[in-house]
């Protein structure tokens, strides 16, 4: 076996060592698995070296997550550290680079984005940086491509350590607090007190516009692909019935749902990472940080939850934005109360039946109680989770993204979700498939309705527990929440919706229906997603909040609406 040197690739966040090593290895990032670790830890291989992406970390010496992964891998054997400097904020990446010093490790260098610094007027003298610092100093940018060069610098010999001060190195740079006067002119629209609230809210709605509306045309393709799958297999009528559905409504049925989320998820992807590579996610999180700050949220919270109102699962992937992996779970756990679309025709469905004129003040309602829903438990979970520090967003300056970056990471992103999704979500529906069909292809017979039927008593203090309909929809609601329309109407067949409950607290139990389906257990997607990114703690602790929360809160609305209604 060859023997790998190992290089650690060392920075504050958003300097770009994924970019740089992405670069030098000329491939995509792979996420390591190493044990114990619970952030991402991306590598690549190039010759006979090893490059690891640690997480970005401030400092040495701060107790959070990131920082303890950092320090747990350079105490283990590591020939190289690459401390990667962002060349137009020096002075705070410096300070961790004079922590780094003390560690005893061969060292290299290397400022990035070193065009920016030059276009913003900032005069470093590198050669003085270099005979302080003991060690070899590299300018690089998206647009200078001097591979070779970091490469051949690559010097395992350890760093003679000095006492330095970071007076001393700043003494090397002209004007470190020079900004671009563009970022800073643009700042001053962006970061408005109301147009920065509004330019904002408007980003997110085009964000969400091209992740949902953009994506829509190839899921119907691929939809429409399926079917004809679907078709195929119904023509062959050698197979056995039972193995015909198993592989109509079981395989081809997971299949299909996996791969309709593909162009959805790479829109939303390379839209994250061309905010991210232009500097305005940054922006977005700063201006959302001081509202989240209330609910013990931090900024780009704000941004996934937002997405959850569209889809739960592509908001649950756009939590790899968050620096944090404790801030992370948190708003994991919380997304899923965020009404997302497939839920809407449940809504509308209902509403229009009961409501008539006040269904759109009934489903805005139904929004309502899950925002507030979320915002308690979040500060309940806060101190569950014990997490009381600091975070600080870096406000890095505006520049044009690399779009050959921002495909290379949107690519990455979706080739991870297909290698992780396909096992389970197929297995799970197999699953759900077996119940609504056996013992023997019966819908009258199947264990789901007997299911169904036994249960019902649990859900009569809420107020549906009596409609068999709506009790037997709420298994197939995991499979998608659509399904629910498709299963009531499919029992009640020509009866109107209406005719499900028919006495003075019709309105209410249509309600506490609606209100238990937004708060309930998410489709396997989006537990899929939590499973894959959290692991099973989390995911068990989601789906134990989304199985007692709708049961209180709808137990709650609908003993008081019955009192309020009948004095």
């Not at 491939?27 to 190493?34: C, D, E, F, K």
């Not at 238990?516 to 995911?539: D, H, N, R, V």
């Amino acid at each position: 076996l060859m023997k790998y040197n190992e290089i650690v690739f060392v920075g504050v966040p958003n300097v770009g060592k994924s970019t740089l090593i992405n670069r030098l290895a000329n491939t995509n990032l792979a996420v390591g698995n190493y044990p114990g670790v619970s952030v991402d830890i991306s590598e690549a291989f190039i010759n006979n070296f090893h490059l690891i992406d640690l997480p970005g970390i401030n400092d040495l010496d701060h107790p959070s997550n990131e920082e303890l992964i950092t320090k747990s891998f350079l105490n283990n054997k590591i020939d190289l550290i690459v401390n990667v400097l962002d060349a137009t904020n020096l002075e705070k990446n410096l300070k961790l680079t004079l922590s780094l010093r003390k560690l005893n490790i061969p060292m290299l260098i290397i400022f990035n984005l070193y065009d920016l610094a030059l276009k913003q007027k900032i005069n470093i003298n590198i050669k003085s940086l270099e005979l302080l610092l003991n060690t070899k100093i590299i300018c690089c940018s998206y647009k200078i491509n001097n591979n070779k060069q970091i490469i051949d610098a690559f010097n395992f010999n350890p760093v003679i350590y000095n006492y330095l001060t970071i007076d001393q190195l700043l003494s090397c740079i002209d004007d470190p607090y020079l900004r671009n006067n563009i970022s800073i002119k643009l700042d001053k629209v962006f970061l408005n007190k109301y147009l920065g609230i509004l330019i904002m809210l408007s980003v997110i709605g085009l964000l969400l516009f091209t992740v949902f509306i953009g994506s829509k045309p190839m899921i119907i393709i691929i939809d429409y692909f399926f079917d004809i799958i679907n078709n195929y297999i119904y023509q062959l009528k050698w197979l056995p019935s039972i193995l015909t559905d198993m592989l109509s409504n079981g395989i081809v049925l997971s299949l299909g749902a996996i791969l309709s989320f593909i162009p959805m998820l790479f829109i939303l992807y390379f839209d994250l990472a061309l905010l991210e590579e232009s500097g305005y996610l940054s922006r977005i999180a700063f201006l959302s940080d001081g509202l989240m700050r209330k609910v013990c949220l931090c900024g780009r919270s704000f941004v996934c939850l937002m997405m959850g109102f569209g889809c739960n699962v592509p908001a649950i992937y756009a939590l790899r934005t968050l620096d944090n992996h404790l801030q992370r779970r948190l708003t994991a756990i919380l997304i899923p109360f965020m009404s997302c679309a497939a839920r809407l025709p449940v809504y509308m469905l209902f509403s229009l039946a009961f409501f008539e004129d006040q269904a759109i003040e009934a489903i805005v309602l139904l929004y309502l109680i899950g925002i507030v829903v979320a915002l308690l438990l979040a500060m309940l979970l806060h101190h569950y989770i014990k997490d009381d520090k600091i975070y600080v967003e870096e406000l890095v300056p505006y520049h044009i993204p690399n779009i050959k970056i921002v495909m290379k990471k949107a690519n990455q992103q979706v080739k991870a979700y297909i290698k992780k999704a396909t096992g389970i979500i197929m297995l799970t529906m197999i699953i759900m498939w077996g119940i609504a069909y056996l013992p023997d292809g019966s819908d009258e017979n199947s264990y789901l309705r007997k299911a169904a039927e036994a249960s019902s008593f649990i859900f009569e203090p809420l107020g549906f527990g009596e409609c068999e309909a709506c009790i037997l929809a709420l298994p197939t609601s995991i499979i998608a929440k659509e399904n629910v329309i498709g299963v009531i109407k499919q029992n009640i067949g020509t009866k109107e919706i209406k005719s499900l409950w028919e006495d003075d607290l019709a309105k209410l139990r249509a309600f506490c229906y609606m209100c238990f389906i937004s708060l309930s257990m998410p489709c396997i997607m989006t537990m899929q997603a939590l499973y894959k990114e959290y692991g099973l703690k989390i995911l068990m602790l989601s789906i134990l909040s989304m199985v007692v929360i709708p049961y209180v809160v709808t137990l709650i609305i609908f003993n008081i609406g019955k009192l309020i209604i009948t004095i």
